[in-house]
């Protein structure tokens, strides 16, 4: 059965591939953005131009519409979901929150079974809704927390009928955040990585497994938080050699006792979900080795001569750290 279906964010990255999902599903689908950036779906999609932080705005782009299935790729504080409570409940019959695995990084060290979802204890989720959650400053060191704080908020409103699917690393596609990036332009340069525990290993998922889970979730009738992530967990240092291997290139690498200055995805602890309950709903995800070389070889920079993504990683010999955040809409 064909829904109608919002999506609060949607011209990026894992959204994007979402939104193509669901046209191709034969939905009607509405996108909510700011408009800064082309979607490229022409007539396909209805558009609201409206800040997702606004809750004027929100309040007045949303006060009478209703829809079956809302995706919020945009959540990213306790604030957004307090609007999204305020617009959206009684008026939808299923939200589903993009959530993140950073959501279990404090749990690290603490156990050495993969996490399940209700290992994250919600109900002791301290909120702070003063914290200043939308300054752009502050947007990598509240992304965990604010993830983390968003669930909790929703799930104890309950108003809202609620998914909150937490992603694994996500990687491939239109990713901007050069983390993949990073490792390829260090193979290149032929300089060492340097690394905190080479058994530390973490779950990824690829962009469009992403973008079908979530497509997929919004069409069952399961409630709560529900671990995404694809088979085959790697270290940085596994990573770091698999892109050697890739590119024909001879990697080296260092350990180090520090945690200061270290990769993408280089943890101290294993940093690892259990997908248990997704595959008791049904669902099958694939595993990382099927799609990481190919999303390795896009990143060439033969490929990717002059684009923006590839500019810094060419340039200069180690990049600077660059951003990590789980998951970007």
Sequence with gaps: ??????????????????????????????????????DGFGQRVQRIVVDRR???????AFGSASYDIVYDQLCYSPVDAAIAIEVFAGKVGRYVMASSIEVYRRLMGRQEDAFEELDLDLAAQAIDMDYPWHDPMLADESYAEGKRQ????????????LVTVRLGHVLGGDDSTGRLAYYVALAQSGQALLYANAKAATSFISADQASDFLAWSGTQDFLGPVNAADGGSLSALDLHRRVGLVLGEKVRALPLTTQAGLSPFDFPFPYVMDTAR?????????????????????????????????????????????????FIA
């Design 278 to 326: 997704a595959a008791c709903l049904g669902y099958r995800f694939g595993d990382t080795a099927n799609w990481l070389d190919l999303a390795i070889h896009q990143l060439q920079p033969e490929l990717v001569c002059g684009s923006p993504a590839s500019t810094a990683y060419t340039q200069t010999p180690v990049p600077e750290k660059v951003r990590q955040p789980a």
């Design 1 to 38: 059965m064909h829904k109608n279906i919002l999506v609060i964010g949607g011209t990026r990255h894992v959204g994007k591939l979402l939104v193509q999902k669901l046209l191709d599903a034969g939905h009607r689908v509405t996108l909510a953005t700011r408009g800064r950036t082309a």
């Design 150 to 161: 968003a669930e909790a908020l929703l799930y104890r409103d309950g108003r809202l009928p």
């Design 54 to 60: 606004d809750h004027a705005a929100m309040r007045a």
